[in-house]
């Protein structure tokens, strides 16, 4: 039997699973403010809703594979040069670090490996904001459940559609989750908020359609190898995507055959799927083959994850030297203090003396200890201070290697801005560059194309994108939007 919990700002769900049939199921509602934003604000409060679920649903609490809606996580893939066991963490530990501008030490990162070449590796990275994980294990500590996986909502759902190249949005009403898998491997896991209050689900739809195009167009522009077609099916599912309308509305906006994510387990013809597909991707978890693949054909790739491995490690720290030196003196204290009780029958007066000697030797232990906790406390601020500082290094390192050149590309692409266009973003890699921004008509736009093509610099000019800027209080058109992607 495996027992799931999928807990939002709104409600916990359970789900308990046998084989790969649907056992039970069942839901119970949360106070506003009690989890936000995927932080569990009041643990006791949470904890005890689902105690209660537990009970009502007579529902095994002896291990629980849990997610909370938009837990905060950063994801990464990175390609490595195959290395031993023993080098591996270091260095994967060190292409974050020039990854991410988050310190590392914030996070509880974890990684798989997604493919193996000749001499290289793929790693799916992630890693975690430490305290909101903490909240969940305490929340569910205080709700009597002890044995827990935890796991990310989209690597769920990604589970639960088990397709090579798929689109995925979850409508939740506390969160949309937009998920692209290209490849086998999710490439892009995504969280946004619901327009507020007296927004319709055109409104949501709306939006949506708009982050996922921004999302795919995106992606596309760096990656062309693994782009996501108007072929790639956009499946939908959540408690939201129940409305009729939510699909027609998602199909008419972005162009994608848009269908609902079936459940891929046996379940009874009452059970509200799209409110549970995500407790189904958790009851699959560990049981799909992790393909990992050399011969480009990859199919799909179960990111089995050990999420809270990265806490077992930081709760498990090895004993310091100080704490060493500490438990040493401790036992010469008492193999010194061994002669004292042999004289402690003799004489109450010496038995006197040895107890006042006690309580000052305790004193000054006291002491040593405020000391050393004091220098512990510094030397964490050290490291920390010391690892900043490392990162700033590096990061000016990768400045004077590579900036100049990124300088050089954007002072030509700026240069090259003919009257009546206005630029709204840049998005530089190491090969590509994407622009996106208003032209007064769309001759403007090629004549820009055209006279980034005459610098010679580039080797390819691409227009993405152009369209009509429509202002809602003018009759017609006011502008025109583009997209211009340039290979360095």
């Not at 290395?83 to 501008?101: G, T, W």
């Not at 708009?210 to 522009?221: A, G, K, P, Q």
Request: net charge negative; with cysteine; proline share 5%.
């Amino acid at each position: 039997m495996r027992v799931t919990l999928s807990i939002s700002a709104t409600s916990i769900r359970l789900m308990t699973v046998k084989g790969q049939q649907v056992h039970k199921w069942g839901c119970a509602p949360l106070e506003p403010g009690l989890v936000k934003d995927g932080r569990i604000q009041d643990t006791m409060a949470v904890a005890g809703v689902i105690k209660s679920l537990f009970s009502k649903m007579k529902a095994p609490g002896g291990q629980v594979i849990v997610t909370v809606t938009g837990l905060p996580f950063i994801h990464r893939l990175l390609s490595l040069p195959e290395l031993k066991p023993a080098l591996m963490r270091e260095a994967i530990l060190r292409e974050m670090r020039r990854e991410v501008s988050l310190p590392l030490q914030e996070l509880y990162l974890t990684w798989q490996v997604v493919a193996t070449r000749e001499s290289e590796q793929d790693f799916f990275v992630l890693g975690l904001a430490r305290e909101p994980v903490d909240a969940v294990i305490r929340t569910l500590s205080q709700a009597g459940i002890k044995r827990c996986v935890l796991d990310l909502k989209p690597l769920a759902l990604a589970r639960a559609a088990h397709r090579e190249n798929v689109s995925i949005v979850s409508m939740e009403p506390d969160s949309f989750d937009i998920v692209l898998v290209a490849n086998g491997v999710p490439v892009v896991m995504h969280s946004i908020t619901p327009r507020g209050e007296g927004a319709t689900i055109e409104d949501n739809i709306r939006r949506i359609a708009d982050e996922l195009s921004r999302t795919v167009r995106f992606h596309d522009n760096l990656h062309p190898e693994s782009a996501i077609g108007p072929d790639t099916p956009l499946l939908l599912t959540g408690e939201l995507s129940t409305d009729a309308a939510a699909g027609e509305l998602l199909q008419a906006e972005t162009g994608y055959q848009v269908g609902p994510l079936v459940s891929p387990l046996q379940c009874p013809p009452d059970l509200p799927v799209a409110e549970y597909v995500s407790n189904m991707g958790l009851a699959l978890k560990g049981l799909m083959p992790k393909t990992v693949s050399g011969d480009g054909k990859t199919g799909y790739h179960d990111i089995d994850i050990d999420i809270l491995s990265a806490r077992k490690q930081v709760a498990a720290n090895p004993l310091r030297l100080g704490q060493v030196v500490f438990l040493l003196a401790i036992a010469a204290g008492i193999g010194l203090m061994y002669p004292g009780y042999q004289v402690w029958s003799q004489t109450d007066a010496e038995v006197v003396r040895l107890e006042a000697e006690l309580e000052g030797t305790r004193q000054e232990l006291h002491h040593t200890m405020l000391a050393r906790a004091e220098v512990l406390e510094h030397e964490d601020a050290i490291n920390v201070l010391v690892d900043r500082k490392n990162v700033l290094i590096q990061e000016h390192e990768d400045i004077l290697t590579t900036g100049g050149g990124v300088t050089d590309t954007l002072r030509i692409i700026t240069g090259a801005i003919p009257a009546g266009v206005g630029m709204e973003s840049i998005a530089v890699d190491s090969e590509h560059v994407v622009v996106s921004g208003v032209a007064d008509t769309p001759a403007s736009v090629v004549e820009y194309a055209r006279a980034l093509e005459r610098t010679t610099v580039f080797s390819t000019v691409r227009i993405v994108e152009i369209g009509e800027v429509v202002d809602e209080e003018e009759t017609g058109p006011v502008g025109t939007s583009f997209i211009i992607a340039v290979t360095r």
